[in-house]
Every structure is written in C-alpha cells, then in structure tokens.
C-alpha cells in the first residue's frame, strides 16, 4: 500500500511540475511520518524517500535515536518551543516553522555553540488564522532582516500550512501570496537564499506545485490516516 501510494504521489507530483513548465525534480517530497512507526519510515526509505517531516521533537529524536542513515533528512516542521530550540540544533536538516526572532536567535545561539550551520524557513500565517502559529505577511519582512543577521542560521525561504477547505482551489491564493513574498523578499533581504517555497500538503500539494512550492509535505497520501492515541500539544 505504501508503495502504490508513494507512487502515486510522485506521479502526481511530476503532472503538477510539467502542467507549470517545471522540472520534477525541483520539488523535494518531505514525506511527513508524525505519529507512524519506524517501520513505515524504513519502508519509505527502501522506496527512496531520504526527507521525513516530524511535529514533535520527542517523537522525531527516539526515531532519530533508532534510524540514522547518513543521507536521511529529518525536517522538524511544527511548532517549535524555544526551550526545546537545543535538541533540534544538529538533529534536524532544517527547520521550517521559525515563527518569531525569539525562537531564532535560540537557534543561533545553539547553532553556534555546536558549529554548525542550520536551514530554517520562517513560518507565515498567510490567512491569519488565529488557530496557527506563524508571523504574518506584513510583520515578515522586518522578521527576516533581523532573523537574516543571525550567525550560523541560513535562511532559506518560506513555509506555509494553508487552511483547511472544502475545495483546494480556494488556497490558491495562499500559496500565490507566499511566492509573492519570497519574491519581495529576495530583493529586500538579500542574506537569504529564498531558495526554497515549503507548502503543500495531502489535500493541495499539486495546486502548490503549479504556484511554485519547492518542497511539498505530504503525510497521509502516503503513510494513510492518522490515529492519535496520545492527546496532541
Ligand atoms: C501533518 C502536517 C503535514 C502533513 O499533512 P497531511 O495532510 O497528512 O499531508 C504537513 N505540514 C505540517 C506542518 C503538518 O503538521
């Protein structure tokens, strides 16, 4: 099952780039594993899926802690406390939900007392959703010149989780706002790479394609449903 759903997802990932006049091979698939076993991770990793998406720091280090691959990328994609900023630091590729220059400059510092480089994306609310974290697309660019100044941090783009709707047409528009401001951005704050555009998920990872995402997260389209039998933070 997982391998017709990976499969399946990677096609729909290759129509979507050549429907925008792009290269599959842009876009890199974060196949997000959040509450699955490592069994399901190995699975995706024999089928070649080398980055895997976590929320929760805890959860993604104990299967860090049992499966390390040398080319596996773990991206630690939710909300992230700044107390926990030292355990992520040399444990994940890249963090995408840098939400606020607290949380940052934490990172920097751990960055730095390690020597080493992170790539983290800023985290925007696009829809001003008050149940999402995330700046807001009017406080981003003040955000990213001070975040841009940070030692051992490289920042390298934008991520957005878009709302849930019925019809995944509607969130168009959030991912066109998100590319509208990395193109901005790369002008103003020219620190960053803005390399990379982290949107797209199970429902509307294909519409993110088409409005220029680099790097989709897809979770249940390949590891099925969730079942949380753990209440969630
Ligand atoms: C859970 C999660 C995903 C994956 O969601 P699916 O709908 O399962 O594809 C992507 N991004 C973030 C930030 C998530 O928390």
Aim: proline share 4%; aromatic share 6%.
């Amino acid at each position: 099952m997982l391998a017709a759903n990976l499969t399946q997802v990677r096609a729909n990932i290759a129509r979507a780039a050549e429907r925008a006049g792009r290269r599959p091979e842009e876009i890199t698939l974060v196949a997000v594993s959040k509450t699955k076993p490592l069994e399901m991770i190995k699975i995706a990793y024999d089928l070649g899926v080398r980055d895997f998406g976590e929320n929760r720091v805890q959860e993604a280090l104990s299967k860090f802690a049992e499966f390390h691959p040398q080319d596996l990328r773990w991206h630690m994609i939710g909300h992230l406390q700044s107390n926990k900023a030292n355990k992520v630091v040399g444990a994940f590729a890249c963090v995408h939900s840098v939400d606020s220059l607290h949380l940052a400059q934490t990172l920097s510092r751990y960055a730095q007392k390690q020597e080493l480089h992170l790539s983290i994306l800023l985290e925007v609310n696009v829809a001003e959703e008050s149940s999402k974290s995330g700046m807001t697309l009017a406080e981003a660019p003040e955000l990213a010149r001070q975040i841009a100044a940070l030692p051992q941090l490289q920042l390298d783009g934008l991520m957005t989780v878009a709302p849930l709707v019925d019809d995944p047409e509607k969130v168009r528009p959030v991912f066109r706002a998100l590319r509208q401001l990395r193109d901005r951005l790369r002008n103003e704050v020219p620190q960053g790479s803005w390399q990379h555009l982290s949107m797209g998920m199970t429902d509307d990872y294909w519409i993110a394609i088409e409005e220029g995402s680099t790097i989709v997260r897809v979770g249940r389209a390949i590891f099925g449903e969730r079942v949380y039998t753990k209440e969630q933070p």
